[in-house]
């Protein structure tokens, strides 16, 4: 009686080990802090705020916010993950299309993305290119070069192509990718076509400390 009441409490402790190996693993994949919801707000023309930005998300319509889990995403919000395999994307990230009532709203760039647990992914960039949406006012098919500087002033970089046409500006801090292919930044980047109105416009807003590179 008492080899199996050893084997029992032995047993027990080996699960309560597993236990808490599968919480550590479980916790080790959910790294993700998120900074506090900013309240939308604007600054004056011509100041690069990205938290101002990133409170100023239009998607349709429908109000949108940086970062966001796809766990919170509200009534009528659907979700499309991508393969990864295509993308070459590692566990730890990926990239979704967002309906909103059965219509596609956007593309959109996941962290915390791991296979098994997407829906703990978080949202921490999306990337627009229809007219009936913006980001902070910059409206794809619509806002030129000067409304872009007049809301958001010069450029931190401008890279411009003539062979294939490109046209970009950048506004913020692209620190590059972690070792789970998020790429860490405060940042946002808008194409332009030939006629420099724009036709692209992504902002990306992810944990850019050098933790979060590590």
């Not at 190996?21 to 479980?26: C, Q, R, T």
């Not at 395999?85 to 993305?113: H, I, Q, W």
Request: hydrophobic fraction near 35%.
């Amino acid at each position: 009686m008492k080899k199996i009441g050893l084997l029992l409490l032995c047993c027990g402790v080996m699960c309560a080990s597993a236990g808490c190996l599968s919480d550590k693993n479980e916790k080790d994949k959910t790294p993700v802090e998120l900074p506090g919801k900013a309240e939308p707000y604007t600054v004056e023309d011509g100041v690069f705020d990205i938290n101002a930005v990133r409170s100023n998300i239009n998607i349709k319509g429908v109000h949108f916010d940086l970062p966001l889990p796809l766990s919170e995403l509200g009534t009528g919000w659907k979700y499309e993950l991508y393969d990864r395999k295509d993308y070459g994307l590692p566990d730890g990230s990926g990239y979704a299309r967002l309906f909103y009532d059965g219509e596609e709203m956007a593309t959109v760039s996941l962290e915390n993305c791991y296979s098994g647990h997407e829906k703990k992914s978080v949202i921490y960039s999306v990337s627009i290119s229809s007219s009936d949406c913006d980001i902070y006012g910059i409206v794809p098919m619509s806002s030129t070069v000067s409304d872009v500087e007049r809301l958001l002033g010069k450029p931190d970089e401008e890279n411009r192509i003539e062979i294939p046409y490109t046209h970009t500006y950048t506004y913020g801090v692209l620190n590059g990718e972690d070792k789970n292919g998020v790429i860490r930044a405060h940042c946002v980047v808008v194409d332009f076509d030939e006629n420099d109105v724009a036709d692209f416009v992504k902002i990306t807003y992810s944990d850019i400390s050098e933790a979060a590179m590590k």
